[in-house]
T-cell receptor, first 109, second 115 residues
Framework: GQNIDQPTEMTATEGAIVQINCTYQTSGFNGLFWYQQHAGEAPTFLSYNVLDGLEEKGRFSSFLSRSKGYSYLLLKELQMKDSASYLCAALPGDYKLSFGAGTTVTVRA | ETGVTQTPRHLVMGMTNKKSLKCEQHLGHNAMYWYKQSAKKPLELMFVYSLEERVENNSVPSRFSPECPNSSHLFLHLHTLQPEDSALYLC??????????????FGPGTRLTVT
């Protein structure tokens, strides 16, 4: 089976930076996704990495190292609305997206 | 607002009931998925319909039965469920054969409680 690991919880202050790490072990690899899920809502797509390196999208950036089986999501200039669960998901060789348990980020004033 | 809708949003059912969850996508995608989300656990893929073909997760109990009458609609038929089946059931869709844009779009989910 596939194995996706990410921390359970993180807390940061408004305006700060938080980095959510994710490690994965999959049979084959076709990319790494990050989703944001607010409580009681559907997950929404944040980013997709398939090549090594950093992808930047405004306040959010995602990094991938295929050789290390490692990714991170970087949230900058944190806002209260960023409090949510962040899901790391790897796309293995069979194209069945495999999710981590999610990291709950709490932003404090 | 996403292009994937689910009904009902909340459902309470007894263990002997039969009910169905409905999902509809308005994005022109050709793959649809059912996921189960339990507290503090990863999303569990239950079923996939891709290009009219069903790919089934063998660990899903037979009391869950999917139906995909066309590429826009997906159902999950439920019967004789157990209390441990209480969870959020999420539907998603995507466009396969386009790996670089493989992201899945999720519906708001159905919160199911089995009493």
């Amino acid at each position: 089976g596939q194995n996706i690991d990410q921390p359970t919880e993180m807390t940061a202050t408004e305006g700060a930076i938080v980095q959510i790490n994710c490690t994965y072990q999959t049979s084959g690899f076709n990319g790494l996704f990050w989703y944001q899920q607010h409580a009681g809502e559907a997950p929404t797509f944040l980013s997709y990495n398939v090549l090594d390196g950093l992808e930047e999208k405004g306040r959010f950036s995602s990094f991938l190292s295929r050789s290390k089986g490692y990714s991170y999501l970087l949230l900058k200039e944190l806002q209260m609305k960023d409090s949510a669960s962040y899901l790391c998901a790897a796309l293995p060789g069979d194209y069945k997206l495999s999710f981590g348990a999610g990291t709950t980020v709490t932003v404090r004033a | 607002e996403t292009g994937v809708t689910q009904t009902p949003r909340h459902l309470v059912m007894g263990m002997t009931n039969k009910k169905s969850l409905k999902c509809e996508q308005h994005l022109g995608h050709n793959a649809m998925y059912w996921y189960k989300q339990s507290a503090k656990k990863p999303l569990e893929l239950m079923f996939v319909y891709s290009l009219e073909e069903r790919v089934e997760n063998n660990s899903v109990p037979s009391r869950f039965s999917p139906e995909c009458p066309n590429s826009s609609h997906l159902f999950l038929h439920l019967h004789t469920l157990q209390p441990e089946d209480s969870a959020l059931y999420l539907c998603a869709s995507s466009q396969v054969l386009a790996v670089e844009r493989y992201e899945q779009y999720f519906g708001p989910g159905t919160r199911l409680t089995v009493t």
